[in-house]
């Protein structure tokens, strides 16, 4: 190979998700085909293929989650369904050619960097060793299931299951059914439990503000006009994310959006719920997007019914057979669901990675995950998170930021291929000064004026929220400054990497 000719760049992603996929999509487009996916399970699709539990949905509107690149048309429902969310994905994978970049079953345990060579030395359950000069971590904040420490859980006889890990087996008729948890997934599948269970218990730690989703079928002329009217879809997919984004002053702590949303919020309440005990409980005691706003039209209507409770005293114990309420009250069950979330602040863990020096991923964010622009970290060079810490959404579609996450790392893919650079690595003046500046603004949102949340860590480090608007992430990853990188070049070769690339290849 003559001297200034570009490089051979392995990438190794890790998870088949919409970031995998986004990203995969996105290498083969800029002719990057030395790249692997590494996913655990025997089937593509992340959260979308784990969730099954009965009524499971996205809580944002279907235009505008999906790719911008390959929008889909024929929507069955304003709020798409799990279902049609993973076949999109399974549609994506096929159609974009990266089944056979992708390993099924190869789940990934931890990497080590190698600076002489300029490469990830990446290692799996199975004890398979590869090699990769970009690893890329996709596997987002919500893949980890998260159990409470309740007294007494283990000693429980009944069935029972966390939501993210649905039992199918299990018929939920006659039984009594104790469901620990009301946010986000608690509120679909509730009201399917609501018309199965003979008895339902709602455990309430704190109430979440709630507003109507108003889902429909999309009316046959409606799904004509996305699929042949050039341009309708399109202004469809603006018009939803112009209206999420203006949302945007809401988690900024605007007061009159907050009066606003608080007002409609506690109408639709009212409208829907006339047991006054019922209602003061349902409302939260915190200020509208600090956690997580969700959207509902069947849960509140499912608590009114004679055989569901929503029990708003905490938990004591849990018994063999039944749960004791902070209050003493004994509800006896024979299902236990646990709606508890996931273990949304320990990015990539449990697997774990040394860098530079030999210095441990976990133990640098001892103190909280941060990343620069939420992808990169000083000492894990060529190291990229996808959905990584701060880059959550509380206003709009998650998807708009993996496809600039995407955007981001094949430029830097680029640079290393085209400018023979052996490795960037980030440099910590940069994280540091990215990182004081963001938390400053994060203390002015809504977010910091809650105790506890699923976007922060104990200690009240909020590690998952992005503090901008979409469009001021867009700007800031449209193209990477260089200049807050450490350029490593010469350190191998370009016959070692060339020989190195061949036998990878050869091998697989």
Request: glycine share 8%.
């Amino acid at each position: 190979m003559q001297h200034g000719q570009p490089r051979r760049v392995r990438v190794a992603i890790i998870g088949a998700g919409f970031s995998g996929l986004c990203l995969g999509i996105k290498l083969r487009e800029a002719g990057f085909d030395a790249f692997t996916i590494l996913e655990k399970d025997e089937r593509l699709g992340g959260t979308w293929r784990d969730n099954t539990y009965p009524g499971a949905a996205c809580d944002v509107p279907s235009f505008s989650y999906c790719f911008s690149f390959e929008q889909k048309t024929d929507w069955s429902r304003k709020w798409a369904p799990q279902a049609e969310i993973l076949a999109y994905m399974e549609h994506c994978a096929e159609k974009y050619g990266l089944m056979p970049h992708i390993r099924f079953g190869v789940e990934f345990t931890g990497a080590t960097f190698d600076p002489g060579a300029g490469v990830w030395r990446i290692r799996t359950h199975g004890a398979e060793e590869l090699e990769a000069e970009i690893l890329v971590s996709g596997v987002g904040q919500l893949h980890k299931p998260f159990t409470p420490k309740i007294a007494g859980l283990d000693e429980f006889a009944g069935v029972r299951f966390h939501s993210a890990r649905w039992d199918h087996s299990v018929d939920l008729t006659g039984k009594s059914v104790a469901v620990i948890g009301n946010a986000a997934s608690a509120i679909q599948f509730v009201p399917e439990v609501a018309k199965q269970a003979a008895r339902l218990f709602v455990f309430q730690r704190s109430a979440n503000w709630m507003l109507p989703r108003r889902d429909r079928a999309y009316r046959p002329f409606e799904r004509w006009l996305f699929a042949h009217v050039p341009g309708v879809a399109r202004l469809y997919r603006w018009y939803i994310w112009a209206m999420l984004e203006s949302r945007y002053p809401l988690f900024r702590g605007n007061a009159f959006f907050q009066r606003q949303v608080e007002k409609f919020a506690k109408m639709y309440i009212r409208e829907v719920v006339g047991d006054a005990d019922l209602r003061k409980a349902l409302v939260p005691d915190y200020p509208p997007g600090a956690r997580r706003l969700l959207v509902s039209d069947d849960y509140y209507r499912s608590l009114t019914r004679d055989h569901v409770e929503l029990i708003d005293a905490g938990i004591d114990r849990i018994t063999a057979n039944a749960i004791v309420a902070a209050a003493g009250k004994e509800f006896p069950v024979d299902v236990l669901i646990l709606a508890t979330g996931f273990d949304t602040t320990n990015f990539l863990a449990p697997a774990d990675l040394e860098g530079l020096d030999g210095r441990s991923l976990q133990s640098t964010w001892d103190a909280g995950a941060r990343a620069y622009l939420g992808m990169t970290v000083s000492g894990f060079p060529n190291f990229f998170l996808m959905y990584g810490p701060n880059t959550n959404l509380g206003h709009n579609s998650i998807l708009f930021m993996i496809e600039c996450q995407a955007r981001y790392i094949v430029e830097c893919a680029r640079a290393l291929r085209d400018q023979r650079i052996d490795y960037l690595d980030l440099k910590p003046e940069a994280l540091d000064a990215y990182n004081a500046k963001l938390q400053r603004e994060l203390a002015q949102t809504v977010w910091a004026r809650t105790d506890h949340s699923w976007y922060k860590r104990a200690d009240g480090t909020i590690t998952n929220n992005w503090a901008g608007t979409t469009t001021r992430y867009w700007w800031r990853t449209r193209k990477p400054d260089l200049a807050a990188y450490r350029l490593v070049r010469g350190e191998t070769s370009a016959a070692e990497h060339d020989e190195a690339a061949a036998l990878q290849t050869a091998a697989s």
